[in-house]
């Protein structure tokens, strides 16, 4: 017997896909989150991991301590 999902989204959705859901559950915009990294990033690096327009691991790694 297989387990359910905790999370809604899958392993295979692509990493700017799931920051988006989870920023939207937050209800913070980009400018807010790009701020909550440490150290700050700029509001369109948000931009692009979002539309999946390249990232670095390091900057996957900093927006998702940013959003816990």
């Known amino acids: 017997m297989r387990r359910r999902p905790v999370y809604p989204h899958t392993k295979t959705d692509p990493p700017g896909e799931t920051v988006y859901q989870l920023r939207a559950q937050l209800d913070i915009s980009q400018r807010t989150l790009a ?20 990232f670095k691991k390091n900057t996957l790694d900093r927006v998702a301590k940013a959003l816990d």
Not at 42 to 52: A, D, P, V
Request: aromatic share 0%; with cysteine; proline share 5%.
């Open 35 to 54: 701020d909550k990294c440490k150290p700050h990033l700029h509001h369109t690096t948000i931009r692009r991991l979002e539309n999946n327009l390249g």
